[in-house]
């Protein structure tokens, strides 16, 4: 049995996850709801009523959050890129020059979306204060909830 464990970064991750609009099935929408709000109750934080005195923050926090949702690569909508890195490869010098090009766009994503969390972090700080609690997946099951039910992309692979 897998044992998680959900810190303030976890609670915070469920949160993206509920405003991600790209999930492949409904099924990962209503797990990652459930989780979310049971974590907001043993947190105790309401991200549907931030307090009001740190309006400001919030703002910058969902803000943040859709940003860094968003933060795509030419590459991130392919489930299947063969054929296009194929015909990349067939460009010899100026495929090298596009494959060069797109691993630095990666590069560049991927340290965005590390700054984007770490801002996400602090800015949960500032509007809730420091959360210390770390709560298991023995927690949640008490509480009625198995986190070993995350729904897996390849139960719904006939159905996207």
Known sequence: MDESAYDYRELVQT??????????????EQYYARLLTLLERVFEVDFSSPPSS?????M?????VRSYVSLRTPWSNFLEAGLIVQKIE?????????FQLSKHIEELTQSSREAHLQLIYDLFTCVYGKRDLVVTSQDL???GFDDLKEPQISDYWDEI
């Open 54 to 58: 740190q309006g400001a923050l919030w």
């Open 15 to 28: 949160y993206i996850q509920t405003e991600r609009k790209d999930h492949p099935h409904a099924a990962f």
């Open 141 to 143: 099951k008490a509480r």
């Open 60 to 64: 910058l926090f969902q803000a943040t």
């Open 90 to 98: 067939q460009l010899g010098p100026q495929g090298e020059k596009i």
